[in-house]
């Protein structure tokens, strides 16, 4: 779930205006665009940073950890009775007849699959915070960014991931990251489901 992929195709003809702008048109002015197309003014953000850097991120990021150590620690004590069964049962093995030892084998492997499954669950559950803490920050971002387009002038908006070379005074992730602290310091993560067709992990 990209905004490099979407403007990955424009990046090119972005990248030439600005790579040539100091060289081969230093001579000769650009030639003006073709009536009613207006001229390209384009600035960059890094969402990455923006994550990392804003308070709102800074606060997902605690409360995520905050939450896989809380899922951690009540998952600990079956992980130990667990191992401790799984021991007793190796010791058990030379004396049990086929029958039972397949029969014990297959509980423990059956009680082992459950355990992982709760892990996965509460991953998952903290994966589906996430991705709703996230939205609500994209949901904060989006008058910021148009309203910064609007005071530089822009029309263009490109992710830094999309740019291969680029002047660092298109890039206004700082000030949108100023910004987003005044609108949005903070949201709560709340362990939610993953919506269906969404896998953990991503």
Same mark, same amino acid.
């Given at each position: 779930?990209?905004?490099?992929?979407?403007?990955?195709?424009?990046?090119?003809?972005?990248?030439?205006?600005?790579?040539?702008?100091?060289?081969?048109?230093?001579?000769?002015?650009?030639?003006?665009?073709?009536?009613?197309?207006?001229?390209?003014?384009?600035?960059?953000?890094?969402?990455?940073?923006?994550?990392?850097?804003?308070?709102?991120?800074?606060?997902?990021?605690?409360?995520? $950890? =905050? *939450?896989?150590?809380?899922?951690?620690?009540?998952?600990?004590? %079956?992980? #130990?009775? @667990?191992?401790? !069964?799984? +021991?007793?049962?190796?010791?058990?093995?030379?004396?049990?007849?086929?029958?039972?030892?397949?029969?014990?084998?297959?509980?423990?492997?059956?009680?082992?699959?459950?355990?992982?499954?709760?892990?996965?669950?509460?991953?998952?559950?903290?994966?589906?915070?996430?991705?709703?803490?996230?939205?609500?920050?994209? $949901? =904060? *971002?989006?008058?910021?960014?148009?309203?910064?387009?609007?005071? %530089?002038? #822009?029309? @263009?908006?490109? !992710?830094? +991931?999309?740019?291969?070379?680029?002047?660092?005074?298109?890039?206004?992730?700082?000030?949108?990251?100023?910004?987003?602290?005044?609108?949005?310091?903070?949201?709560?993560?709340?362990?939610?489901?993953?919506?269906?067709?969404?896998?953990?992990?991503?």
């Amino acid at each position: 779930m990209t905004t490099a992929s979407r403007f990955a195709a424009c990046a090119a003809a972005a990248l030439l205006a600005v790579s040539f702008s100091q060289a081969a048109l230093a001579a000769q002015p650009p030639a003006p665009p073709p009536q009613g197309v207006p001229q390209p003014k384009i600035l960059v953000i890094d969402r990455a940073a923006i994550l990392r850097g804003s308070a709102v991120g800074q606060s997902i990021m605690k409360q995520v $950890q =905050a *939450l896989t150590v809380a899922a951690e620690n009540g998952l600990k004590a %079956r992980d #130990a009775a @667990l191992r401790a !069964e799984g +021991a007793q049962l190796q010791q058990q093995l030379a004396i049990l007849a086929p029958a039972v030892k397949q029969a014990k084998i297959k509980a423990f492997e059956a009680k082992q699959q459950a355990l992982q499954l709760e892990v996965q669950k509460q991953q998952g559950l903290i994966q589906g915070g996430v991705l709703v803490a996230r939205q609500q920050i994209e $949901q =904060a *971002l989006g008058p910021i960014l148009q309203k910064i387009m609007q005071e %530089r002038g #822009a029309n @263009l908006l490109f !992710e830094k +991931a999309a740019i291969v070379v680029g002047a660092p005074q298109f890039d206004i992730t700082p000030l949108v990251i100023q910004r987003l602290n005044q609108a949005l310091p903070t949201v709560q993560v709340k362990p939610t489901p993953l919506p269906p067709g969404v896998q953990g992990g991503q």
